[in-house]
């Protein structure tokens, strides 16, 4: 047999070899050209593992692609063509979000139906009669707008709102409005004319609004003085400085049948007295043993 693996033809490689042997013989070659063939096939085998792993990835991103496709519209054509039209309440949801994606800007009936064909926006049809007295539709000038629970629309309106609710607007009530309505209510909070707290309660932050009359500019003298000043911790002494400014202190009107908190004292182990035992007999009633003893209590 030939030591370089050529068969009787001289210049393929014979027995098994003779498929797949390309880094055999690159390596059979010689010594200078064998290690230089060897990395090209070594590259040669990584290029093609990109090429794939990227033709994966295309893949993959498609399918998303058309995942989100169909979720956008697709689900409703998939409806119709599949079971039928889809329910009602399901168009209604549908349309609804497109109007409040569009921010306040009106839809048509025709660009309603271009964006959502697998419906029926014919005059007299069940889903334009349900949208044209939904409570969160408003009829305006170039078709349907979104409209909020409490009709915000923009900035303002969220602070109208908020000032008319002085005893708390809860963000849930309003989060449906339009697209950047937190970004205003945050606006308004950096501003000062809205507060937000956490509400235990509903779970969720609440907005007050800053009451204008009650801010006070104050000197920086005034506000330096007031967080030095430290007043006495004990209630009497506080009564004292009160009354050395010629003031009558508020600890005045305290209840005086209010008893003070006393500290518990230690109590004391109660010793237990030792009762001496007694000793009970008959001697004293020598009358019961003379004679003999009955036999029967009767006799």
């Not at 334009?128 to 409209?147: M, S």
Request: charged share 25%; proline share 6%; glycine share 12%.
């Amino acid at each position: 047999m030939d030591p370089s693996g050529a068969g009787p033809g001289g210049g393929k490689p014979g027995g098994a070899a003779g498929g797949g042997g390309g880094l055999m013989q690159a390596w059979k070659g010689g010594a200078g050209g064998g290690m230089a063939a060897l990395r090209q096939e070594v590259n040669k085998a990584a290029a093609n593992k990109a090429a794939a792993d990227a033709a994966a990835a295309a893949a993959a991103a498609a399918a998303r692609a058309a995942a989100k496709r169909k979720a956008a519209g697709g689900m409703a054509a998939d409806l119709v063509g599949a079971k039928g039209p889809a329910p009602l309440p399901f168009q209604i949801k549908e349309v609804l979000q497109i109007l409040r994606d569009a921010d306040g800007h009106p839809r048509s009936f025709q660009e309603l139906g271009e964006q959502l064909p697998a419906y029926d926006f014919s005059d007299g049809g069940q889903l334009r009669a349900a949208l044209l007295t939904n409570t969160h539709v408003a009829a305006v000038e170039g078709g349907l707008a979104y409209k909020s629970e409490h009709g915000i629309r923009c900035k303002d309106d969220l602070l109208r709102h908020i000032r008319n609710h002085p005893s708390g607007a809860p963000a849930k009530r309003v989060r449906d409005a339009y697209k950047t309505v937190q970004e205003d209510a945050e606006r308004l909070r950096a501003e000062g004319k809205v507060f937000k707290f956490w509400n235990s309660e509903v779970a969720d932050d609440v907005y007050f609004p800053v009451d204008e009359r009650h801010k006070v500019e104050l000197r920086p003298d005034v506000v330096s003085l007031f967080l030095e000043t430290r007043p006495p911790e004990e209630p009497g002494e506080l009564v004292a400085a009160v009354e050395r400014l010629g003031q009558r202190s508020a600890l005045k009107n305290v209840d005086r049948r209010v008893k003070v908190a006393m500290p518990e004292r230690e109590k004391k182990a109660r010793k237990r007295r030792q009762q001496a035992p007694r000793t009970v007999t008959n001697v004293h009633l020598p009358q019961l043993f003379q004679g003999a003893a009955p036999e029967t209590i009767d006799s």
